[in-house]
């Protein structure tokens, strides 16, 4: 499940319990499925931040070197 997919489905969850017309085993079993969900959104932020956390450092990595050098070789 993507993550855009995992927030739609939090939010469709937060309608039905805003509502509020829905019994109480079922508002708890959406109250879970959305701790589910939340846990899947947290892990794909930390992996994303991971990533960018690599690119970055990568980044830092590289010299550029100005054109005229370049033309000079």
């Not at 489905?9 to 019994?23: C, D, K, P």
């Not at 970055?56 to 050098?69: A, S, V, Y």
Request: some cysteine.
């Amino acid at each position: 499940m993507s993550y855009e997919e995992a927030v739609k489905e939090l939010e469709n969850i937060l309608e039905a319990l805003e509502q509020g017309e829905i019994s109480l085993d079922e508002a708890i079993k959406l109250f879970e499925k959305s701790v589910e969900l939340s846990k899947t959104c947290f892990e794909k932020i930390k992996t994303t931040e991971g990533k960018v956390e690599i690119i970055k450092k990568e980044l830092e990595q590289i010299t550029i070197k100005p054109f005229t050098d370049i033309e000079n070789n």
